[in-house]
């Protein structure tokens, strides 16, 4: 693994040097005029962490991702709801997600929420699709990947604008087509709204790599329209289960051997060093070993049993990300190859921070060997678990959702058409709900108030990123302004450099609202709410202003 290492050195070198060279003359030469419709590529990773790719600081082998980043720009404060379906409801919508109809997760709504406004599980009548609105004004419009907002013919992606669309609807399923025959499987696949049954799915099917199969198939069935694309490659990786195809699997084989904390401190060295954080960042103090009841463990008191255990699903999952990339690596070269790159809108990003919380899993009853000797397989069902996810929200504070920076706080590369070298970059809050509007901007159309065709819709609420991405600001937001979300009973709320949390699991906090100065602290490792009790009084008045807004409702409620 040592050309790892070398590469890793290099690509900080890189990195520095090509951020270091941004000034403002360089700024203003690199901004080109863009098309009036260019073609938009949205990629989604699902549970990427904030440091697992090498442009944020992560030792895993990232190039085509990490190529984006030295052609485009990061947002170091890009930030999501904290669970998948919400923040996909958010990037659809470009709406708070209660408004959207995913006020919580479908499959974790609580009896007293089911059916209520906000709370309907599926993206709701009056949320209006981006994809449709693309597709009105001239778009072809494809999905492949995941789409979590809804189960019926009604709420599927081919009911919601996307000319061509292969979905899984559920929020996640077996990466393999293989699967021990015990395993009960509830995965629904769909084609242009069509159900296509697992058993008519290739016998190589991986799902990264046949997402990316579906969705080059669109862009060359309509490369010859003439009209622009806007292409959602909405991967499933590297969301548990842990696997990765068998060319993955010993990639990283020792890497991980050194333990969590080895690798975590690794990763905030390098986000220093190439400015992804400040020098001075005081990085989140690890909390599995502390609060969690369950007790997680330090590397040093694991058995040698444990400890192998947890490096080989390290190991897979850092496969499955380099997997990932070279998937986005795949399409790019088609872009190049069909000279479409250069007149091409990228987004790569993730959906929320890393998972940490283990859901339930299967074991030898559902046919799974979980030994060692067999993570990573078809036969296999592995998360890594609240100790590696720590390693990949670094340099946050705990994982997704959790009112915590590690849940909402996301990598996010924008590359505009036609850009050619990196631009500064840029540490300002940025939101999911801002895609929306700024997609509409670039394709020039107008970001639609209150009404659609005819039907009544919640008004899109993001700010476009068009002044920020092209150099005429550093920031789209008021110093003062104020953010807010909740979800699972998890809460927070935002103003200037200040920041309330209250955890909906008591034990991964303090059991009451924390406050953190995120300027100075956004670890959260400080919580100054006795030393501040009017800070904390003025941000409870944002939050519910917030709910009030958007028809929070108590997740909790008795």
Request: hydrophobic share 35%; aromatic share 10%.
């Amino acid at each position: 693994m040592k050309y790892r290492a070398i590469l890793s050195s290099l690509s900080i070198a890189l990195f520095s040097l090509s951020l270091a060279g941004c000034n403002d003359n360089d700024n203003q030469e690199n901004v080109v005029s863009t098309p009036k419709q260019p073609n938009i590529l949205f990629i989604m990773a699902d549970d990427l962490g904030y440091s697992d790719l090498g442009a944020f600081g992560g030792e895993i082998h990232t190039p085509n991702i990490d190529n984006l980043a030295q052609e485009g720009r990061l947002l170091t404060d890009y930030h999501t709801a904290p669970t998948c379906s919400p923040t996909r409801s958010q990037l659809i919508s470009g709406t708070d997600h209660h408004l959207a109809g995913i006020g919580a997760m479908a499959e974790l709504t609580p009896e007293h929420l089911k059916g209520q406004p906000g709370y309907e599980g599926y993206l709701n009548e009056r949320s209006l699709s981006i994809a449709q609105v693309l597709k009105d004004n001239g778009y072809r419009t494809y999905i492949s990947g995941k789409w979590h907002l809804g189960l019926t013919p009604e709420s599927n992606a081919h009911a919601k604008g996307f000319d061509h669309s292969f979905t899984l609807l559920q929020g996640l399923d077996h990466h393999f087509k293989q699967a021990p025959s015990a395993f009960k499987r509830n995965s629904t696949y769909t084609e242009d709204g069509q159900i296509i049954p697992i058993s008519a799915l290739p016998d190589d099917f991986f799902s990264t790599n046949y997402f990316t199969d579906k969705l080059l198939s669109y862009l060359d069935s309509g490369k010859n329209s003439g009209k622009p694309f806007f292409a959602y490659a909405a991967y499933t990786a590297p969301h548990w289960p842990i696997q990765a195809p068998a060319e993955y699997r010993e990639k990283y084989r020792g890497v991980y051997d050194v333990g969590y904390d080895a690798i975590r401190n690794a990763r905030i060295s390098r986000q220093k060093q190439l400015g992804i954080i400040p020098a001075n960042f005081d990085a989140a103090e690890p909390i599995a070993t502390q609060n969690a009841p369950q007790k997680y463990g330090k590397w040093d008191e694991l058995t040698a049993e444990q400890k192998a255990l947890e490096a080989r699903k390290m190991e897979i999952y850092a496969g499955m990300v380099e997997n990932l990339d070279a998937n986005v690596g795949r399409i790019i070269q088609y872009l190049k190859q069909n000279n479409l790159y250069d007149n091409t809108l990228i987004f790569f990003v993730s959906d929320n921070g890393a998972e940490g919380f283990v859901r339930g899993g299967y074991g030898s009853e559902s046919g799974f060997d979980n030994s060692v000797a067999n993570v990573g397989t078809p036969t296999s069902y592995h998360y890594i678990g609240p100790r590696w996810a720590e390693v990949s929200a670094a340099p946050f504070h705990l994982w997704k959702d959790t009112a915590g920076e590690g849940a909402t706080t996301a990598p996010a590369i924008v590359k505009l058409p036609n850009q050619k070298k990196a631009e500064a970059t840029n540490h300002s809050f940025a939101s999911v709900l801002d895609v929306f509007p700024t997609l509409l901007e670039y394709a020039h159309i107008p970001v639609p108030q209150g009404q659609y065709n005819g039907r009544a819709i919640n008004t899109p609420s993001g700010i476009s990123w068009k002044p920020l991405l092209e150099n005429k600001t550093d920031t789209i937001r008021p110093a003062n302004f104020s953010f807010a979300d909740e979800l699972h009973g998890s809460k927070y709320a935002k103003q200037g450099e200040w920041k309330i949390a209250l955890q909906g699991r008591p034990e991964l906090g303090t059991g009451t609202w924390e406050l953190y100065n995120i300027k100075l602290d956004r670890g959260e490792r400080q919580n100054v709410a006795q030393l501040y009790p009017a800070k904390v009084q003025e941000l409870l008045s944002v939050y519910q202003k917030y709910t009030e807004k958007n028809g929070v409702q108590e997740y909790n409620a008795k």
